[in-house]
């Protein structure tokens, strides 16, 4: 499939190691922040939400973490697989259905 | 069930030429939402639809853009007199109502207009 993005800012890891991938937002009033995935020649595909009165949220693999402070949202993948490789994008809801999307980062993970 | 669906997968079109997308969303789901993601870029809301409330069509770039949902299922997105900057990936989304933090995303038309 065709890249959905050349001029993304570029994370490599090895396979195995942790990945961190990093967003700043400018609304501090928006409600929820959420991590989408998207490979290449999809559409993107939610992995994990954070609310705003949250700091830290875990699922499975992957942790949101969420600075109000210094409007900064953080995605942690633990033991990168080589199927964690795609462009990832951050959101934010302000208040209804609303959503907008950060210009998201490519995870490229060396086998 | 299938989850959402798009048509055409591709379009490619003329300057000057109108151009409708569709969009199917997920059985069920009352929200429904279009976005544009052009090479290199991140995703553009575009506007949305949710149930019978009025559809916030902020995010639509100009009046020669618009968008239909029907029988609060299908949906259409209408582009009139396409010009070479409409060409992107029309990306539909789709939502339960009350988790709408969670959107499912079709596969995208690929749009381009020559």
């Known amino acids: 499939g065709e890249s959905v993005g050349l001029h993304l800012p570029t994370l490599s890891v090895q396979e195995g190691d942790n990945s961190i991938i990093n967003c700043a937002y400018s609304n501090s009033a928006s409600d929820y922040f959420i991590w989408y995935k998207q490979e290449s020649g999809k559409g993107p595909q939610f992995i994990i939400d954070i609310r705003s009165n949250m700091d830290k949220r875990q699922g499975q693999r992957v942790t949101v973490l969420l600075n109000k402070t210094v409007k900064h949202l953080s995605l942690q993948i633990a033991a990168t697989q080589p199927g964690d490789s795609a462009v990832y994008f951050c959101?934010?809801?302000?208040?209804?259905?609303?959503?907008?999307f950060g210009a998201g980062t490519r995870l490229f993970v060396k086998a | 069930g299938a989850g959402v669906s798009q048509s055409p997968s591709n379009k490619v079109t003329e300057k000057g030429k109108d151009v409708e997308l569709r969009c199917d969303p997920i059985s069920g789901h009352t929200a429904l939402y279009w976005y544009r993601q052009s090479l290199g870029q991140g995703l553009e809301f575009l506007i949305y639809?949710?149930?019978?409330?009025?559809?916030?069509k902020s995010g639509l770039p100009s009046d020669r853009f618009s968008a239909e949902r029907t029988g609060g299922s299908v949906s259409t997105l209408t582009i009139q007199r396409t010009q070479q900057e409409d060409s992107a990936v029309y990306l539909c989304?789709?939502?339960?109502?009350?988790?709408?933090?969670?959107?499912?995303f079709g596969p995208g038309t690929r749009l381009t207009v020559l």
């Open positions: 639809f949710q149930g019978n409330s009025a559809p916030d």
């Open positions: 989304a789709s939502s339960l109502e009350f988790t709408y933090n969670e959107q499912f």
């Open positions: 959101a934010e809801l302000t208040g209804g259905f609303k959503t907008i």
